[in-house]
């Protein structure tokens, strides 16, 4: 059916519950043929509940539904499904229609019943079905999978390889209206960003529950805020929804003092903050986004989160280093010759294609995997903190949150705990009943609050955003940048990235390099490259790669002097700050203010002053070295 056509969707005084909490309460929406929404709220504000509801596997307690009755609905299945079939077999089935007629054509071949054969084959080609394959084929490939993938049963997959399989499926169906529920939560970058140039084609109607906002931002164009029972729709993306919620909440009074706290606090945040960035292309993004922040807060007043990580205890330097490092399973390398020096302050994030080795770097890291070669060594005064998905299935689901905290660290008082634990919004019997029902966002909540709760001078963190939303996810970002430790990131969560590391490493064919490029530059080689690329391709890429190796060493070559003077004036930047934080602890002296040291009060007045006016020049200067750099960089590329 073509989108054209289509009903439209509309919802008339719906109202959903889950066991006795009301979720929607005289709700109404309207969602017209090929609009591409995002589904938001908290988690547990009942996102999945109405696309079951969306989906006919629940009723509603009151209201109704019109213009689904004729429409083709694709989901996400949720469950994971373990069987024999194969994998690209199972995304065939996605595709019923072709599915059946390929089932009926293999019977009709054994049985000899050839009339029939040729009335299918001309069905089939009426359906394109005979393109199906190379679709499913390639859906693969985009997923992360591999071309030996493809007869592996789905049994043989873990649980979010498997739904990622699901995703696919999904994928296949033809469809009118496309239901999709978290679908980044298990993939990588790389395929995140497959996704994301699949669903900007998609020519149905789009409704997608996400958390990640740089993902909405690309394949959305409205939004759909579930709070306090109802729905409210905003035009543009989720970038143009901060800005028109913040707008709204303002012109509330009852939220306005609290909204000037969280504005004064966000502003010193800035003003602190604003120097501490290292590395050209990622420490602009930081600055970029401190500067958005101050605009953004009133969208966010209303977050339960609000927590930092506690500062960490003393500190190696360096905190960790492998020289020279062979890392893998068994006696083969995943990555070879790996030089890495892990020092107090570093901010590191970890880019490459799935399987390029990011989870064995992290856990070679942590020595959970022994090294095959070369060495590991970790100073004596080094915490590592590490976080994966795996933590959330060592929870011990019969405690409390506060009391997994106090095992972790027994003399720890009480109400320090709770205070803790509150800031991830855990309080009351949520903090202290057994954990038994959490969700996934909470178990993941508690998870990275056990990880920074014994103050790590290292933190090693692999996709910590999966079931997060997005109140967390921004306070998670905003402790991460206050944080005064060492961090090792991996995540699809593109806006993280650009905000809590100065530095990008690339893991590619077996190396571990340093990416001078930003996340940006990084998504648009992604984009770029076509998994149907003929071999012959593929060979001439992979014979240029010494000489592409060679011209990157030139243009780092050209580039030196200007990175040079940007860390000179970083350098510059941080001693003003320094002298400016020191001069306002003295102004802050009260028998300053008294008549007899008047003069003395004027000197450090005026040199106020003057350090402000000298900090404020070197950053001019800064942000022009970067804009040359930048230009430069953009020469040599075109070149």
């Known amino acids: 059916m073509p989108v054209e056509s289509a009903p439209m969707i509309i919802l008339r005084n719906i109202s959903l519950r889950r066991g006795g909490k009301v979720l929607l309460s005289d709700a109404n929406l309207t969602i017209q043929p090929g609009q591409r929404l995002a589904l938001i709220g908290a988690n547990g504000c009942g996102k999945s509940t109405l696309f079951a509801f969306l989906l006919g596997e629940l009723g509603a307690d009151s209201g109704h539904i019109e213009g689904l009755d004729t429409l083709r609905i694709a989901a996400m299945a949720q469950e994971v499904v373990a069987s024999e079939q194969g994998a690209l077999e199972y995304l065939i089935s996605g595709n019923q229609p072709v599915f059946a007629l390929r089932e009926e054509?293999?019977?009709?071949?054994?049985?000899?019943?050839?009339?029939?054969?040729?009335?299918?084959?001309?069905?089939?080609?009426?359906?394109?079905?005979?393109?199906?394959?190379?679709?499913?084929?390639?859906?693969?490939?985009?997923?992360?999978?591999?071309?030996?993938?493809?007869?592996?049963?789905?049994?043989?997959?873990?649980?979010?390889?498997?739904?990622?399989?699901?995703?696919?499926?999904?994928?296949?169906?033809?469809?009118?209206?496309?239901?999709?529920d978290e679908p980044t939560n298990h993939l990588d970058l790389d395929a995140t960003l497959w996704l994301q140039q699949w669903l900007q084609a998609y020519p149905g109607t789009l409704i997608l529950v996400s958390h990640d906002r740089e993902f909405i931002d690309a394949t959305c164009q409205q939004i759909i805020h579930m709070e306090r029972h109802s729905v409210m729709v905003y035009k543009g993306n989720y970038s143009a929804f901060e800005s028109q919620r913040a707008e709204r909440l303002a012109n509330q009074q009852a939220t306005y003092a609290k909204q000037q706290r969280r504005i004064a606090e966000i502003d010193d945040f800035v003003r602190r903050f604003r120097y501490k960035a290292t590395k050209a292309k990622q420490a602009q993004s930081r600055l970029k986004e401190l500067e958005r922040m101050q605009k953004i807060a009133p969208a966010h007043v209303d977050s339960p989160?609000?927590?930092?990580?506690?500062?960490?205890?003393?500190?190696?330097?360096?905190?960790?280093?492998?020289?020279?490092?062979?890392?893998?399973?068994?006696?083969?390398?995943?990555?070879?010759?790996?030089?890495?020096?892990?020092?107090?302050?570093?901010?590191?994030?970890?880019?490459?294609?799935?399987?390029?080795?990011?989870?064995?770097?992290?856990?070679?890291?942590?020595?959970?995997?022994?090294?095959?070669?070369?060495?590991?060594?970790?100073?004596?005064?080094?915490?590592?903190?590490?976080?994966?998905?795996?933590?959330?299935?060592?929870?011990?689901?019969?405690?409390?949150?506060?009391?997994?905290?106090?095992?972790?660290?027994?003399?720890?008082?009480?109400?320090?705990?709770?205070?803790?634990?509150?800031?991830?919004?855990?309080?009351?019997?949520?903090?202290?009943?057994?954990?038994?029902?959490?969700?996934?966002?909470?178990?993941?909540?508690?998870?990275?609050?056990?990880?920074?709760?014994?103050?790590?001078?290292?933190?090693?963190?692999?996709?910590?955003?999966?079931?997060?939303?997005?109140?967390?996810?921004?306070?998670?970002?905003?402790?991460?940048?206050?944080?005064?430790?060492?961090?090792?990131?991996?995540?699809?969560?593109?806006?993280l990235l650009r905000n809590t590391v100065d530095e990008l490493l690339?893991?590619?064919?077996?190396?571990?390099?340093?990416?001078?490029?930003?996340?940006?530059?990084?998504?648009k080689w992604i984009l770029k490259q076509n998994p149907d690329a003929a071999p012959a391709q593929k060979a001439e890429q992979s014979s240029s790669r010494k000489q592409q190796r060679r011209d990157a060493a030139h243009q780092r070559e050209q580039l030196k002097p200007l990175r040079q003077a940007i860390t000179l004036a970083e350098k510059g930047?941080?001693?003003?700050?320094?002298?400016?934080?020191?001069?306002?602890?003295?102004?802050?002296?009260?028998?300053?203010?008294?008549?007899?040291?008047?003069?003395?009060?004027?000197?450090?007045?005026?040199?106020?002053?003057?350090?402000?006016?000298?900090?404020?020049?070197?950053?001019?200067?800064?942000?022009?070295?970067?804009?040359?750099?930048?230009?430069?960089?953009?020469?040599?590329?075109?070149f």
């Not at 490459?352 to 004596?380: F, I, Q, V, W, Y």
């Not at 077996?510 to 940006?520: A, K, M, P």
Request: proline share 3%; hydrophobic share 40%.
């Open 105 to 180: 054509l293999h019977t009709a071949e054994l049985a000899g019943d050839f009339a029939r054969v040729g009335q299918l084959h001309n069905e089939l080609e009426a359906l394109d079905g005979y393109a199906i394959e190379r679709q499913a084929q390639l859906m693969l490939l985009g997923l992360g999978f591999t071309a030996e993938d493809s007869p592996r049963s789905l049994r043989q997959f873990s649980g979010g390889w498997r739904i990622r399989l699901n995703l696919g499926r999904a994928l296949m169906s033809p469809s009118d209206v496309l239901l999709l």
């Open 506 to 523: 690339l893991l590619h064919d077996g190396r571990v390099d340093e990416y001078t490029q930003d996340v940006s530059s990084y998504e």
């Open 573 to 638: 930047l941080a001693r003003a700050e320094t002298k400016l934080s020191a001069l306002e602890e003295q102004l802050a002296d009260a028998e300053l203010y008294t008549v007899g040291r008047k003069e003395e009060l004027a000197d450090l007045v005026w040199e106020q002053g003057r350090l402000q006016a000298e900090a404020d020049q070197l950053e001019e200067h800064w942000l022009e070295l970067h804009e040359e750099l930048e230009a430069l960089e953009r020469e040599l590329a075109e």
């Open 305 to 495: 989160f609000h927590f930092n990580f506690p500062e960490p205890e003393r500190a190696s330097d360096p905190l960790l280093r492998l020289d020279d490092a062979d890392l893998g399973y068994g006696s083969e390398p995943v990555l070879r010759g790996v030089d890495l020096q892990l020092r107090p302050g570093s901010r590191i994030g970890l880019l490459g294609r799935n399987g390029a080795g990011k989870s064995t770097l992290l856990k070679s890291l942590t020595g959970e995997l022994p090294l095959l070669a070369g060495e590991r060594m970790l100073g004596p005064h080094s915490k590592i903190g590490y976080f994966d998905q795996h933590q959330l299935e060592a929870l011990d689901l019969d405690a409390s949150a506060a009391l997994h905290l106090q095992r972790l660290r027994p003399d720890a008082r009480e109400q320090e705990i709770l205070n803790f634990i509150g800031g991830f919004n855990f309080s009351g019997d949520t903090a202290t009943a057994a954990i038994r029902a959490f969700s996934g966002g909470e178990k993941a909540r508690l998870a990275l609050a056990l990880t920074v709760w014994q103050r790590p001078n290292l933190l090693i963190l692999d996709e910590p955003t999966n079931h997060l939303d997005m109140d967390m996810r921004l306070a998670l970002t905003m402790a991460l940048q206050t944080y005064s430790g060492a961090v090792v990131l991996v995540t699809h969560d593109r806006h």
